[in-house]
């Protein structure tokens, strides 16, 4: 894809190709997200950060990636804050965003809405998240995780056996991640979920279309026997028409260190898109993993740093400026990894 100038709304638009770019770029700023060197690329830029639905780690790192490019950013952070509220329509609020900003990254709770938005905008945009849809930018920093996990491990992501488990109707990391899967040969997936949240077939035929293996379970301890990856997802709480529904697959698949002892491979990762769920009843990925050193969540959310200031880089076209503009951090860097 020419990234110059393009929105990013789906993990669709990606080939092996964009992500061997995307991830080659993302590599050479990781001396900026460890906050060895500084760019001002961006100066002058301004980003829109627009989310309609709660984000910690998508708001703040896109923020941060914009910042540590040497933009600023402008954000919204609920719908009740913002115009929406007195009925403005989204194609109004994209040409008036669009006038304010250079590039809008926005989260919305209707599938479908970030591309309409798209469309009315006069810059480009970012999907942070729509609805259970797509969550994009989620796909290639998991990606990008796994690869350097499974490299640490001496593997690829050819030949990846992983297993998705948890909410994999509504959760829309598990949606992008597994489209993006299909890229790749010899993948094995492991679902894991309640029946009644099951993948849906059109990304389930999508998979076998790509030559995926699958494989489905409703038992955590069955699914995730050798796996290189265990991703564990939240339950989508605020995505079901009938909360008292969610409530039934609280605590239903849950992942500790005694599972994890009795049945993975010595060097299974586990990853999540976090936030995880730690209420008592809920508990999907136990605290007491915390010190397992394979328990690589903190290292994903770290690398959507590097993968959204490389987004930002390849779509407002300065990748070959960053070194011209980089300079030693004129601060102690104590920062530790
Ligand atoms: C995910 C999301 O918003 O879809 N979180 C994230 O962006 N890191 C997953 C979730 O909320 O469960």
Same mark, same amino acid.
């Given at each position: !894809?020419?990234?110059?100038?393009?929105?990013?709304? #789906?993990?669709?638009?990606?080939?092996?190709?964009?992500?061997?770019?995307?991830?080659?770029?993302?590599?050479?700023?990781?001396?900026?997200?460890?906050?060895?060197?500084?760019?001002?690329?961006?100066?002058?830029?301004?980003?829109? =950060? !627009?989310?309609?639905?709660?984000?910690?780690?998508?708001?703040?790192?896109?923020?941060?990636?914009?910042?540590?490019?040497? $933009?600023?950013?402008?954000?919204?952070?609920?719908?009740?804050?913002? #115009?929406?509220?007195?009925?403005?329509?989204?194609?109004?609020?994209? *040409?008036?965003?669009?006038?304010?900003?250079?590039?809008?990254?926005?989260?919305?709770?209707?599938?479908? #809405?970030?591309?309409?938005?798209? *469309?009315?905008?006069?810059?480009?945009?970012?999907?942070?998240?729509?609805? #259970? /849809?797509?969550?994009?930018?989620?796909?290639?920093?998991?990606?990008?995780?796994?690869?350097?996990?499974?490299?640490? /491990?001496?593997?690829?992501?050819?030949?990846?056996?992983?297993?998705?488990?948890?909410?994999?109707?509504?959760?829309?990391?598990?949606?992008?991640?597994?489209?993006?899967?299909?890229?790749?040969?010899?993948?094995? %997936?492991?679902? %894991? &979920?309640?029946?009644?949240?099951?993948?849906?077939?059109?990304?389930?035929?999508?998979?076998?279309?790509?030559?995926?293996?699958?494989?489905?379970?409703? /038992?955590?301890?069955? $699914?995730?026997?050798?796996?290189?990856?265990?991703? !564990?997802?939240?339950?989508?709480?605020?995505?079901?028409?009938?909360?008292?529904?969610?409530?039934?697959?609280? $605590?239903?698949?849950?992942? =500790?260190?005694?599972?994890?002892?009795? /049945?993975?491979?010595?060097?299974?990762?586990? !990853?999540?898109?976090?936030?995880?769920? &730690?209420?008592?009843?809920? =508990?999907?990925?136990?605290?007491?993993?915390?010190?397992?050193?394979?328990?690589?969540?903190?290292? *994903?959310?770290?690398?959507?740093?590097?993968?959204?200031?490389?987004?930002?880089?390849?779509?407002?076209?300065?990748?070959? *400026?960053? $070194?011209?503009? &980089?300079?030693?951090?004129?601060?102690?860097?104590?920062?530790?990894?």
């Amino acid at each position: !894809m020419d990234f110059s100038g393009s929105h990013i709304l #789906s993990i669709d638009q990606f080939d092996h190709s964009d992500i061997d770019t995307l991830f080659s770029v993302a590599e050479s700023l990781e001396p900026y997200s460890l906050r060895k060197k500084v760019t001002r690329v961006l100066e002058g830029a301004i980003l829109g =950060n !627009m989310f309609f639905e709660p984000s910690t780690r998508t708001r703040i790192s896109f923020g941060a990636a914009f910042n540590l490019l040497g $933009g600023a950013v402008r954000e919204t952070t609920e719908v009740k804050s913002s #115009s929406l509220t007195k009925g403005e329509s989204l194609m109004d609020t994209a *040409q008036v965003l669009s006038g304010y900003s250079d590039i809008i990254v926005m989260r919305h709770p209707e599938e479908g #809405s970030v591309e309409s938005f798209s *469309q009315a905008s006069r810059v480009p945009v970012i999907n942070g998240g729509d609805g #259970s /849809n797509e969550h994009p930018t989620q796909a290639l920093l998991d990606l990008y995780t796994i690869k350097k996990e499974l490299e640490a /491990n001496h593997k690829t992501i050819q030949g990846l056996r992983i297993a998705l488990v948890g909410d994999l109707k509504f959760g829309r990391a598990v949606h992008s991640l597994s489209k993006v899967l299909c890229l790749y040969k010899d993948v094995t %997936i492991n679902l %894991i &979920s309640p029946r009644k949240l099951r993948l849906p077939d059109s990304y389930l035929r999508l998979l076998t279309e790509s030559g995926v293996n699958i494989n489905e379970f409703e /038992n955590i301890e069955e $699914g995730i026997i050798e796996v290189d990856i265990i991703y !564990m997802t939240r339950i989508q709480e605020e995505r079901f028409k009938n909360k008292s529904d969610a409530k039934k697959y609280r $605590g239903l698949l849950r992942l =500790n260190e005694k599972i994890y002892t009795a /049945n993975c491979e010595p060097n299974t990762v586990i !990853m999540h898109p976090l936030p995880r769920d &730690s209420r008592q009843g809920a =508990n999907e990925l136990d605290s007491d993993l915390y010190k397992n050193p394979n328990l690589a969540i903190f290292r *994903q959310a770290d690398n959507g740093i590097v993968i959204r200031m490389a987004l930002f880089a390849l779509v407002l076209g300065v990748v070959e *400026q960053i $070194g011209k503009t &980089s300079r030693e951090v004129n601060w102690h860097t104590s920062k530790r990894h």
